[in-house]
């Protein structure tokens, strides 16, 4: 093996080639067996045992389901998360994969099997290189990613982040062939918070409206309003997504209604944005409601914040990581509103996300989709990236 002091580079590949089959299995059998939301119950046990027989401490039911366990290095030093998450999606899998989910209407198809497989095979190699580490790393197995009620938060809430100083997380990318490594500096993903309006009025007849109050004409000039949030009220270069679903009202034709309803989602890429538009969205509700003689009420619901990477980690994984891998990653300024709730563990210490590319040659794929088919060779490379990452952090 090589010199770590000099290049850990070699030593960290040979490491992880070495189970990287063990790793393709391991990935195979959660997929076969998703689990959704908390219930990560068989995959939890999986992971508990793949860390016990490395000899870790491991503990589990962290955030109701969750995993963690640390890897204790030589000498004092900081404390480095890695963290993964292990839940599916409520879809039908339509791959027919000899490996393909057995349990109808649940698939992993955003690639959180590709994830903890990963994150076992980087633990694999930590283990051995710990003696030369200075510090500690933790690694987090994460139920409730794809849940508006987090498993990041609860994990967070049962102490998970306690005591650590960096957090590294990862996502699988089909949009990047296997082989290629993606950074994004500022938001890596979007604030997701949801809302629900009931406007509340007085019904009566269609053919007499001024002894009504109409909630259905109150809400049509809500919804027209609030369209001004982004387009009048932000700054340009703090992008935004304002975005009503769902609108409910009356039950037929000449009748005006008590009530109606509409919700959706706001998605912001910085805190600022986002304490800005739900401030903006109030005040147009209940100013529209008290101009036009209706009541109106809010649910406005914070969901996961903006998933913002510290700048110099994304230098330090840009140079890392291209010295592992060959080549630099590529980096850009991030253009996702999609939610990502490892931003609980980025607001309280700095955090980069990395995303691995796992395209296949000859396909299409994106997350979230029935026929999703990444690339397994995805696995290993995860694992590398985090393994050299905390090798980097630690010494």
């Known amino acids: 093996m090589s010199d770590r002091r000099n290049d850990p580079g070699p030593e960290i590949e040979e490491l992880i080639r070495k189970i990287e089959p063990r790793l393709i299995e391991l990935r195979r059998d959660i997929h076969a067996h998703p689990e959704t939301g908390f219930d990560t119950i068989r995959t939890a046990a999986l992971v508990a045992g793949e ?7 491991v503990r589990t039911g962290i955030g109701r389901t969750g995993v963690v366990a640390e890897i204790v290095g030589g000498l004092p030093g900081p404390c ?4 993964a998450d292990m839940d599916a999606l409520p879809i039908e899998e339509q791959t027919g994969l000899p490996y393909a989910s057995t349990v109808l209407g649940r698939m992993h198809a955003c690639g959180h099997d590709l994830h903890t497989a990963s994150l076992l095979g980087a633990a694999h190699a930590l283990v051995s290189l710990a003696p030369s580490l200075r510090g500690s790393i933790r690694l987090v197995f994460q139920p409730a990613e794809e849940t508006q009620e987090s498993g990041a938060a609860a994990m967070v809430a049962d102490g998970a982040a306690e005591g650590a100083d960096i957090a590294v997380a990862f996502h699988n990318r089909p949009e990047l062939a296997a082989g290629q490594v993606l950074l994004n500096r500022g938001a890596s993903t979007a604030s997701s918070d949801e809302f629900k309006v009931v406007v509340r009025g007085k019904s009566g007849h269609a053919a007499r409206p001024h002894a009504a109050v109409d909630p259905i004409v109150a809400s049509a000039h809500m919804i027209a309003q609030l369209q001004t949030v982004i387009s009048r009220e932000m700054d340009p270069a703090q992008s935004a ?5 769902h609108i409910e009202g009356g039950a037929t034709q000449n009748i005006i209604p008590d009530s109606c309803m509409f919700e959706g989602t706001v998605r912001c890429r910085s805190p600022q944005a986002r304490d800005l538009a739900e401030a903006a969205f109030r005040r147009i509700c209940e100013g529209t409601a008290q101009a036009l003689n209706a009541r109106v009420e809010i649910d406005y619901a914070r969901g996961a914040p903006p998933l913002m990477n510290d700048d110099a980690l994304v230098d330090r994984a840009l140079s890392v990581l291209g010295h592992q891998f060959g080549s630099a990653p590529h980096v850009e300024q991030g253009s996702s509103f999609g939610a990502e709730d490892f931003s609980y563990f980025s607001e ?10 796992s395209g296949q040659p000859g396909r299409d794929d994106r997350v979230h989709n029935s026929d999703y088919q990444p690339d397994e060779a995805c696995i290993g490379q995860s694992a590398i990236a985090l393994t050299r990452m905390a090798v980097d952090l630690l010494s």
Not at 51 to 56: E, H, R
Not at 80 to 83: F, Q
Not at 241 to 245: D, N, P
Request: glycine content about 16%; charged content about 10%.
């Open 51 to 57: 860390l016990g027989a490395l000899g870790l401490d």
């Open 80 to 83: 480095v998360i890695l963290r």
């Open 241 to 245: 997504v304002l975005t009503i679903g």
């Open 348 to 357: 309280l210490m700095p955090s980069v996300q990395i995303f691995i590319g």
